[in-house]
Each structure stands twice: as C-alpha cells, then as structure tokens.
C-alpha cells in the first residue's frame, strides 16, 4: 500500500505533466524521462520497476509559480545555478534560473549497449551547457556530464548543485545514507540534534542540510527493497538535504562546487566559482543502482 506522507506527488507512480519529455528505456538499466523545457534536467526514473526520484507536488515536468519552490519540479536530477546556488541572494532567487532554461538542438543516439542524450543549454549572460546523457543497457547506470564555456566578454559567477532527489519506496524508514566524507557538518540548528545517516519518521518539521567534507560519493541503501544507489562526482562539495514533512518526505544528495547559502556569501569567502571568457569547465556525475543482499 502506497504511504501517502512519503509521496510528494503521483508522478512518483505514473506521469501526469502537460510539457513533452523524452522517455528512454534500457534493458536492466536505469530508465528515464528527460525534460528539455528544464534544461534537459531528469524526471521521474526507475530501476527494475522501482521508482526511484523523488517528484514534487508540482509535477516532475514544473510548472508557471512566483517561487522556485513552488514551480520546482523533482525528478532525478535539478540543476542549481547558474548565477545562484541556495539561500536568494543579490537579487536572484533560491537555487538560480537554470532548470526553468530550454534545451535546444536535443538529440539521442541508440547503440547495442548504451543510449545518449545530448542537448544544449543557454544561460542568458553567456554561459553555454552541452549536456550529455548515458545510460548503459544491463548496469544500472547514468552519467551526466556538462561541458560549460563562458561566451561572453566577461568574467561570469558560475555556482553549480546538483540536486539529486530521492523518495518512496527507497527513501523510506529503514533506508540510509553512507559517505566517504572526513567530517559531516549540519547548516543550522534545524539540523544539528538529527541523524544525518538515517531516514526519519515523517515529520512536520524543519528541512535538514549538512555538509559531507571532502566527499566525492554517497550511498542511499534499503536493505528491505534489496536495493542500493551510489551517487559519485567530480565536484569539490558534496551537500545533503532531507525534508520529513508528511506530502514531501524527500532526501536530496547533492554534489557542488559552491555553498548552499548563497552567492553572496561565498563571494564574501572567496569561494565563489567564475569562468573566465572563453573558459570552459567539464563537471560528471554518476548515479548507479544495483540490487543487494
């Protein structure tokens, strides 16, 4: 029986979006939905009949909402940035613009052992994304790489999350998350009293955030499902988000190279990412799923 506290919308079960997206099924894989009205973001994805993202009451497909919250869609993967990552700040909101970008130019490529799914993406100050997806028949794998150069004249702040969303059935009461991180550090009190390695009860409480120091991956097991995901990337930081309350229940790992609280205050740091005009910057991630036990 589906729990209704740990669904954030239907589309965890079946889709209902009024925007295209491409469906991509391999045999024994990871099979997906891509959304080129969200910057060639992932939707909803599954693995041996098994959902595995985490949707949003919107719809995995977004919708027209004054907030990012609000217009936010789930699915898989969101791309945060690229002008902002987390908290709003010097005038542009939570998490930036660039799922609500198109993808242009899309096309996909079929093999014996792989589909891949290319698209371009353009930033309004000059940043240009080409996106690549692959997602290898029998592995249980997709990888996402993005090749991102600055066009313009200038130099350019270039933030980057990548909020991976994870919900019911294997974000569930007995499921937990692993890390090779040295410290693990909560963002605020809301987190610091709770158990970052282990899914909560539904709760109607405060979102959690921590910081795994020096990660470079993250495993989500449920022993109960039989079923293990492994998050890995290239990225310096690597952030967790979980939200118990009942209607959303969702866990977010996400790989960045940034904070979550806001450009200004990475800049105040001196940590905030640029590119250079004419830079360009490769970033990969990797979510593999595979049953155990």
Do not use: K
Not at 35 to 47: E, K, V, Y
Not at 159 to 188: C, F, I, K, Q, S
Not at 216 to 245: F, K, M
């Amino acid at each position: 029986m589906i729990s209704q506290e740990r669904l954030g919308h239907l589309d965890q079960v079946a889709l209902c979006t009024e925007r295209p997206a491409i469906d991509v099924h391999v045999l024994r894989g990871i099979e997906l939905r891509l959304h080129p009205r969200r910057g060639l973001d992932l939707g909803a994805a599954w693995f041996r009949g098994l959902p595995l993202a985490w949707i949003a009451p919107a719809g995995e497909g977004g919708t027209e909402a004054a907030s990012w919250r609000d217009a936010w869609g789930g699915g898989l993967v969101t791309t945060c940035g690229l002008d902002n990552v987390g908290a709003p700040s010097e005038g542009i909101g939570l998490h930036g613009t660039y799922t609500f970008l198109p993808a242009r130019d899309v096309v996909s490529e079929r093999s014996i052992s792989d589909v891949v799914v290319r698209g371009t993406v353009d930033e309004p100050r000059g940043l240009r994304v080409e996106r690549t997806f692959r997602t290898a028949v029998g592995s249980g794998r997709v990888e996402l790489v993005d090749a991102t150069v600055n066009t313009s004249r200038e130099p350019l702040e270039a933030p980057l999350l990548y909020h991976v969303n994870l919900g019911w059935p294997l974000w569930d009461t007995g499921a937990r998350v692993e890390t090779d991180a040295g410290e693990v550090r909560p963002r605020d009190e809301d987190a610091a009293p709770h158990d970052w390695s282990a899914a909560p009860e539904p709760a109607p409480a405060p979102e959690r955030v921590w910081e795994h120091v020096g990660a470079t991956r993250a495993v989500v097991l449920n022993e109960r499902l039989g079923l293990q995901l492994t998050i890995g990337s290239d990225l310096p930081r690597l952030w967790q988000w979980v939200d118990p309350a009942p209607g959303v229940y969702a866990l977010g790992i996400e790989p960045a190279n940034c904070s979550v609280l806001g450009r200004a205050h990475d800049r105040a740091e001196g940590r905030l990412p640029f590119l250079q005009p004419g830079e360009e910057r490769t970033t990969r991630i990797a979510i593999a799923a595979e049953e155990v036990g």
